[in-house]
């Protein structure tokens, strides 16, 4: 399911993600929206591409110190206004009083969670079950057999979970190790939805931390970019697909399954992560 095609900025998951606190934002008649992520995080870049798309000011609050990445070069030339909270500051993200400073700040600006979480993130995924479905006929399939998706706060697989209705397994393979609360938070989406804890599988597919790439994985990627002739990017695509491969060869999927494997997008820090692996 290519998402990387949805739109050429607004890509991936993250137009899906951001587009419950878009549609609240504007029912409050807020007049900005502010977030927070790291120097290549995608969702910045998304929320900042829409803003420039849909003409709304937005404001990033960046974890760690000021830094040049193409990432932060492209957040400003989009026009959001940018914050670099220090490391000790970023952590405080989860407290409850974390924004009221920000909203001080910026009066009727709408806040969004880290990397577009939360129910009103998890929701917004939803819809792409819809366009799976509408997709299948195409490629000549009745239906599939399971979802396959890489998972970094888990609220893009949660919103598939509450979607699907136990109807097919989500498969996350985490991008990131497992201290990062993946499991906890989406067992806390699926809580707020009131639906029971159930539905997915998380497997560990960080190889040694978020970010950490290695000559293994790139020539993987590499080899799949040629063969299917589609972009992937590292941190979430190709760790997925490689830990898709890794569970095939485990002999744990069934011979003849029709699997979905998602396109998460995040072409955007393709070629940092890669070069900060070279
Ligand atoms: C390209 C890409 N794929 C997958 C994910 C994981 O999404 P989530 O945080 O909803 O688990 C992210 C992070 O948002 C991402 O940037």
Same mark, same amino acid.
């Given at each position: 399911?290519?998402?990387?095609?949805?739109?050429?900025?607004?890509?991936?998951?993250?137009?899906?993600?951001?587009?419950?606190?878009?549609?609240?934002?504007?029912?409050?008649?807020?007049?900005?929206?502010?977030?927070?992520?790291?120097?290549?995080?995608?969702?910045?870049?998304?929320?900042?591409?829409?803003?420039?798309?849909?003409?709304?000011?937005?404001?990033?609050?960046?974890?760690?110190?000021?830094? &040049?990445?193409?990432?932060?070069?492209?957040?400003?030339?989009?026009?959001?206004?940018?914050?670099?909270?220090?490391?000790?500051?970023?952590?405080?993200?989860?407290?409850?009083?974390?924004?009221?400073?920000?909203?001080? &700040?910026?009066?009727?600006?709408?806040?969004?969670?880290?990397?577009?979480?939360?129910?009103?993130?998890?929701?917004?995924?939803?819809?792409?079950?819809?366009?799976?479905?509408?997709?299948?006929?195409?490629?000549?399939?009745?239906?599939?057999?399971?979802?396959?998706?890489?998972?970094?706060?888990?609220?893009?697989?949660?919103?598939?979970?509450?979607?699907?209705?136990?109807?097919?397994?989500?498969?996350?393979?985490?991008?990131?190790?497992?201290?990062?609360?993946?499991?906890?938070?989406?067992?806390?989406?699926?809580?707020?939805?009131?639906?029971?804890?159930?539905?997915? &599988?998380?497997?560990?597919?960080?190889?040694?931390?978020?970010?950490?790439?290695?000559?293994?994985?790139?020539?993987?990627?590499?080899?799949?970019?040629?063969?299917?002739?589609?972009?992937?990017?590292?941190?979430?695509?190709?760790?997925?697909?490689?830990?898709? &491969?890794?569970?095939?060869?485990?002999?744990?999927?069934?011979?003849?399954?029709?699997?979905?494997?998602?396109?998460?997008?995040?072409?955007?820090?393709?070629?940092?992560?890669?070069?900060?692996?070279?």
């Amino acid at each position: 399911m290519r998402l990387d095609l949805t739109d050429r900025l607004i890509s991936g998951n993250k137009w899906f993600k951001l587009s419950g606190y878009l549609q609240q934002a504007d029912a409050a008649g807020c007049t900005g929206v502010m977030s927070l992520g790291g120097a290549h995080s995608n969702h910045l870049h998304a929320l900042a591409s829409a803003g420039a798309r849909f003409n709304f000011p937005t404001v990033g609050l960046l974890r760690g110190t000021e830094c &040049q990445t193409p990432t932060v070069a492209d957040l400003k030339a989009l026009g959001m206004q940018l914050h670099w909270l220090g490391y000790g500051g970023y952590r405080k993200r989860h407290e409850a009083d974390f924004w009221v400073p920000w909203q001080q &700040q910026y009066a009727h600006f709408q806040p969004v969670p880290e990397g577009g979480g939360g129910l009103l993130g998890a929701r917004g995924c939803a819809p792409i079950i819809g366009l799976i479905r509408e997709q299948l006929a195409a490629i000549g399939w009745a239906d599939y057999d399971a979802l396959w998706l890489g998972a970094g706060t888990g609220t893009t697989l949660a919103g598939l979970v509450m979607a699907e209705t136990g109807a097919h397994p989500v498969y996350g393979a985490m991008a990131v190790p497992a201290s990062h609360g993946v499991q906890a938070q989406v067992t806390q989406l699926l809580g707020q939805a009131g639906l029971a804890d159930s539905g997915y &599988q998380l497997l560990d597919a960080c190889r040694g931390g978020f970010a950490k790439v290695d000559s293994e994985l790139v020539s993987f990627m590499q080899a799949c970019e040629q063969q299917m002739n589609i972009p992937l990017e590292p941190l979430y695509t190709a760790k997925t697909l490689f830990a898709l &491969q890794q569970h095939v060869r485990a002999g744990l999927v069934a011979q003849g399954s029709r699997l979905i494997f998602i396109h998460t997008g995040g072409l955007q820090g393709r070629a940092a992560a890669l070069a900060a692996f070279q």
